[in-house]
């Protein structure tokens, strides 16, 4: 709000003294309202970090339960250029021997050449893709080889056979393809046009002795023999399961000479899963440092963190060490507690491994310490549930920081009550000044007329 310069009778800088005023009763107040705003906000920004380490280990427990985490599989394979192998957690360590006898190919057909600037004529294909048929319409207008070409690849139910032309010294050839491998996957075309039409150079069934197209390349399926007994087969070149939880895929055949069968070896991953539970015992340390760190106290210098004090820190501590050391009801005898698996808490607070037990457990008995960390009532849903009682929707921490956002609230309104009270203040003040400054000019006018009277001498 302006208002106005300094007054006219007084001489006093009305605006400047009306601000000192209102100043002097505004930053107490205001002072006091920045000051716990500031307050939560290092709170509510202390409980979201430590909400964030907590959750990092809630998150990599819930990975642990439901991800087959735990029982991770690795496969190798002795000779890359000829398969690739994929593993999940079902499959069954061993050496699988693999003999790539046939790969997956698809349906390619060609005719015998013709003239492409011809017109073919009028007809009907009645085409089919492994059974799945569509029939294409040739009109007399639109009936040179690349219209045909066009009519076939455009079908809309067209299952997946594409036209093409090749050309060589002696004309065009229209050629056929399956975009699918496999026996199954072949091509048949039955011709409705007039017998002297080109149109009848592009029949083909291959249960047929005689065709007007040939075969470029037959549509078969894949086929491996897997340590000499199983022969399997696929419509691609992908086995799926042959060997319980591994996937194959096919680039190369082997002969048993210079192209020897494949090995494949599946076993344990233990690197993978060890790697896993090291990432736990670091998540844990991070929140201990974290924790630490936010409710520290130092005596001598009386520096403290924003959390000192704060229950929730010295609750969720207790419980984790407390889950950590009390043994897990329907555990393997080998494994119920995470000291038996080499993990322990050390004077310090944090968590530390004796790798040489752990290599142990990991070698000796590895499925257990998958059953130790997944089962459905397991060390990781045990400490995934402990965590979420504190970081989830209801949960204590959570709890928190709703009070401190109502107290932000709060503070919001008591700043904007403030400012509206301030407005008040400045044009009362205003007036009081105005009005005193126009009593001097009164006064000022009185005296001078008084003055104007009185003899001179």
Not at 135 to 144: F, G, L, M, Q, R
Not at 218 to 229: F, H, M, T, Y
């Amino acid at each position: 709000m302006n208002i106005g310069a300094a007054g006219t009778a007084s001489g006093l800088d009305i605006n400047s003294m009306v601000k000192s005023i209102v100043d002097a009763e505004r930053t107490p107040k205001e002072s006091r309202i920045n000051q716990q705003r500031d307050q939560v906000d290092v709170s509510l920004s202390a409980y979201g970090k430590l909400k964030g380490s907590l959750d990092t280990m809630k998150n990599l427990m819930a990975d642990f339960r439901r991800n087959d985490v735990m029982s991770a599989r690795s496969v190798s394979i002795d000779n890359d250029e000829v398969l690739a192998a994929n593993v999940s957690s079902e499959a069954i360590p061993g050496k699988y021997t693999v003999n790539v006898q046939q790969l997956a190919q698809s349906h390619k057909i060609v005719s015998s050449s013709f003239d492409e600037k011809e017109k073919i004529g009028a007809g009907k294909l009645s085409m089919a893709l492994g059974g799945k048929p569509f029939t294409v319409d040739i009109p007399a207008d639109e009936s040179k080889i690349l219209d045909v070409v066009r009519l076939i690849n455009r079908a809309p139910d067209n299952p997946g056979v594409m036209a093409s032309v090749i050309k060589d010294d002696n004309g065009a050839r229209l050629v056929l393809a399956s975009d699918k491998t496999g026996e199954q996957n072949s091509i048949k075309v039955n011709i409705d046009a007039p017998a002297f039409s080109t149109l009848q150079k592009f029949g083909f069934n291959i249960n047929n002795d005689a065709n007007s197209m040939r075969e470029m390349q037959p549509a078969v399926d894949s086929r491996v023999l897997i340590d000499g007994l199983a022969s399997v087969t696929s419509s691609t070149n992908s086995i799926e399961d042959a060997i319980n939880g591994v996937d194959i895929d096919l680039k190369k055949l082997t002969d048993g000479v210079e192209t020897p069968d494949v090995v494949v070896n599946v076993g344990y991953d233990r690197n993978q899963v060890g790697g896993s539970i090291e990432q736990f015992v670091n998540a844990y340390n991070q929140f201990f440092d974290v924790s630490q760190e936010l409710g520290r106290f130092d005596p001598e210098s009386k520096e403290k963190g924003p959390l000192v004090g704060d229950s929730i820190i010295r609750s969720i501590t207790n419980q984790l060490r407390g889950a950590f050391a009390n043994p897990v009801e329907g555990a393997p005898e080998s494994i119920q507690t995470l000291s038996e698996l080499g993990i322990t808490t050390t004077m310090g607070g944090r968590l530390e491994v004796d790798y040489d037990i752990f290599d142990k457990q990991l070698d000796q008995n590895f499925n257990d310490v998958g059953e130790f960390f997944g089962d459905q009532n397991g060390f990781a849903r045990r400490i995934e549930d402990l965590i979420h009682s504190y970081t989830g929707i209801t949960g204590s921490i959570k709890g928190r920081e709703n009070s401190l956002n109502d107290q932000v609230m709060r503070l919001n309104t008591d700043q904007t009550n403030l400012d509206r009270r301030m407005e008040g203040v400045k044009q009362r003040t205003h007036d009081q000044f105005v009005a005193m400054d126009a009593a001097m000019g009164q006064m000022k006018g009185q005296l001078s007329s008084m003055m104007s009277m009185m003899p001179q001498f």
